[in-house]
């Protein structure tokens, strides 16, 4: 996910066996990457919520013809050889489903356990 208001982009790589991983790449002051451990019912949760939302049929929604920096959320999920985005700008409405998976997304940075921050390397900048 890319959280437009502070700069963070969130990947998580939710596997069946439980060994979920994730990072998040902050450039807010200075551009760090942490590397996280997930919780074991990480891929599960999210396959829930993805059904329960219908995420694969949610649209984006946008207050304007400008979109205002540091006023967006977006959230790209690939499944089964399905890709996704949904960008939710300004004031729009949001889909409650969005706000479960938005949620969701970042409650599983609370419950995860740090195994590795450091300095970003080119490719996650």
């Known amino acids: 996910i890319n959280d437009g208001l502070t700069s963070h982009y969130y990947h998580w790589t939710l596997e069946k066996d439980g060994k979920s991983h994730g990072s998040i ?4 002051y200075c551009t760090t990457f942490t590397s ?9 949760e999210f396959l829930a919520a993805l059904e329960h939302t219908r995420f ?3 649209k984006s929604a946008q207050t304007g013809p400008e979109i205002v920096d540091g ?4 959230i790209e999920v690939h499944y089964q050889g399905r ?5 939710q700008t ?3 409405d949001i889909d409650p489903g969005f706000n479960r998976m938005w949620m969701l997304i970042r409650n599983l940075q609370d ?3 740090i195994v590795g921050p450091k300095e970003a390397t080119p490719e996650h900048r």
């Open 25 to 28: 790449l902050n450039t807010d």
């Open 36 to 44: 996280l451990e997930l919780p074991s019912t990480a891929h599960d």
């Open 56 to 58: 694969f049929q949610m």
């Open 71 to 74: 006023a967006s959320k977006s």
């Open 83 to 87: 890709k996704h985005i949904v960008t």
């Open 90 to 92: 300004g004031a729009a």
């Open 111 to 113: 419950r995860s356990t």
